[in-house]
Structures are given as C-alpha cells and as structure tokens.
C-alpha cells in the first residue's frame, strides 16, 4: 500500500492536503506538533506528534514505512511578515527542511514533495512574468520568511543526487478551512467581525488552498526529481479582494489607504492589535510586498503536474462562507 507522510498537518495547507487524501487508497500519517488536534478524521489517515525540529521526535513518523512506496508532502512552516528572522522561524524553515531531508533519504522514500513558496525566488522588475528556479539564494531575498524558505530550499536542491524530491512553490494561499491563523484569511476575519477600519493599495498573487493541495498532491506522481513549480493563482489588489469579500458579506467597501501614508500609520496599527490582541495585520515588510512584483506563470505546473486554479471569485465565495460558519457549495 502507498504511503503518504503529510507534515504540518494541522495548518492550513496540511489540513486542506489530508481533506483531499480522506477515504483514499493512500494509508496518510500525518504529524501534529504538540499540543495540536486533528481537523480531519478518515479511517485511512493516522495522526502523530512530534517537532520537525528534533529529528527523536520523528522516529514514530517514519517506523514501519517502505520507503519504496512511500511519499512525503512536507508542508510544515512558520510564515512571518517580519522582516528579521527569528530563532523559532530559522529552525522550523531551515533546521527542519534539513531534518526531515535526513529522514527521507535514511529510509529511501520514493519522494518527498517540499513546498517552498513563490517569496523564495528574487524578485524580478515589474512587468516581467516570473517563472521557476532551481538555484535558490537567501542573499537575493528580502525578509526572514523569504530567506529561510530559500534557505529551506536550497538544502533540498543539494539532496537531489541522493533522493528524489521536488519542489512546489505556491504564492498567497487564501480559501476555506482556516479560522485566521493563515495572515491572509486573518485580515479577511477582521473584516468580517467589523474590526478593519481601512485597507491598503497595492497587490499580490493569490491562490486557491484546495488547488495547491491538488498540485502538491499530484506531484508526488507527476513531477519530475529535482524540478520546482510554481503553484499560483490570479494578481488581486487587496482592495479589490476585500471588496468580492464585503459583497458577499454584506459590508461595506473599506477606504483605501496609499502606501506612503499606510507606511506613516504603522505606529497605530501597532497599538490597534496590540489592543485588540491580534497579530499585526501589516508590517513594513508586508507592505513592500504589497508593491513588488507578483505577476508569476504557473505555465510548467499546469503542463506537468495537470495544476489548475479556480477563480477568485470562487475562493473568496468559499473562505466567507467558511468563516461565517456556513456549509459550502
């Protein structure tokens, strides 16, 4: 029987991956970090703790598997709008990418599917469509999530000759089946509680959760060893998505803010979540993502790995109904 070893199983892509995997001919074991609970529950899907982290804690993760017939899909990261890297992002993106690499080639898994994310590739000018790498570099980033994930990266590219993986690199992953831990459905739950005064100009690629698991999912079949592909979606100003948000919702459309005086706010948005005890919903990191490149091609991934991405129309219906509590389509 097929293995599948799906890490970071209780975040928002991981969970969307185990959804996907539910009642299917795969035997999934999936690790939780401690203290985490299941979101999926299926007969065929088998749940673990342990920290990527420490390499000991991994040993029940990968007792018993043949390797020959086993696939890991590691999903588990820490994304950060900061732009310093912090110890505990360094040893999740960097420290665990590297132990889980160990593990995969001690006990000769098939493949293991890595996903990075689009911030990991250098920013090319605006105008230009960016396309796939294979040679990651920290130093051409910005931002400590960027870097550890080129980091992260890097460390997998440099396994090749002794293991068979690939990896994906998806762009803003938004969509249902998160409550807000994901920074992008979090500023959407704001907005729906009534609790996001303004929004701010500028815009990114957003992707569909359920499409980049479909595509992580098929690539451990479909991709070829030691390739990359971007998983992406649609280019959205963020006023434009808050706006499908708020028709669904029922809100009203939010002031847009220009950059510069976004930027001179951030002392206030600072004092606003602290007092509403909520994570920053901007940073200055954030916002000069906000006005960098993110036009990307997706052109490999739907050639190779059959990828698609559903309209945004669709996600944005989805991830609103999901946070209202209300059953989707």
């Known amino acids: ?125 605006r105008g230009t469509v960016q396309k796939e790498i294979t040679d990651f570099d920290p130093d051409l980033v910005r931002g400590g999530y960027a870097k550890t994930k080129a980091m992260g990266a890097r460390i997998v590219m440099e396994s090749v000759s002794k293991l068979d993986a690939v990896i994906v690199l998806p762009s803003g992953i938004i969509g249902p089946y998160d409550e807000g831990h994901n920074h992008l459905v979090q500023i959407t739950k704001e907005y729906l509680l009534g609790r996001l005064p303004v929004c701010v100009e500028g815009g990114y690629d957003f992707v569909d959760v359920r499409d980049v ?13 030691g390739e990359t592909y971007l998983l992406t979606g649609h280019y959205l100003p963020i006023g434009k998505l808050l706006a499908m948000e708020g028709k669904i919702a029922g809100k009203k459309p939010l002031p847009v803010l220009p950059l510069p005086l976004a930027a001179a706010g951030l ?48 996600t944005v219906r989805d991830m609103v109904l999901w946070l209202q509590g209300k059953p989707l389509p």
């Open 1 to 125: 029987m097929t293995t599948c070893i799906v890490t970071g199983a209780a975040g928002h892509l991981g969970s969307t991956i185990l959804r996907q995997l539910a009642g299917s001919d795969w035997d999934v074991r999936a690790l939780l970090f401690f203290g985490e609970t299941p979101k999926v529950e299926a007969e065929n899907i088998h749940y673990y703790h342990g920290d990527v982290t420490d390499r000991s804690t991994l040993k029940s993760l990968f007792s018993g598997i043949r390797g020959e017939e086993t696939f890991v899909i590691h999903t588990a990261a820490i994304i950060s709008i900061q732009r310093a890297i912090s110890k505990a992002i360094y040893r999740t993106n960097v420290i665990g990418v590297r132990n889980i690499v160990t593990e995969c080639i001690r006990h000769h898994v098939k493949r293991l599917v890595h996903v990075s994310s689009v911030h990991a590739i250098p920013e090319l000018p």
């Open 213 to 225: 698991a479909a595509g992580a999912i098929r690539a451990c079949t479909r991709a070829v060893r």
């Open 267 to 314: 002392p206030f948005v600072s004092l606003y979540c602290h007092a509403a005890k909520i994570r920053p919903l901007y940073t200055a990191y954030s916002l000069q993502t906000l006005k960098s490149n993110g036009f990307f091609s997706s052109k490999k991934a739907r050639k190779a790995l059959g990828f698609s991405s559903r309209s945004p129309q669709k």
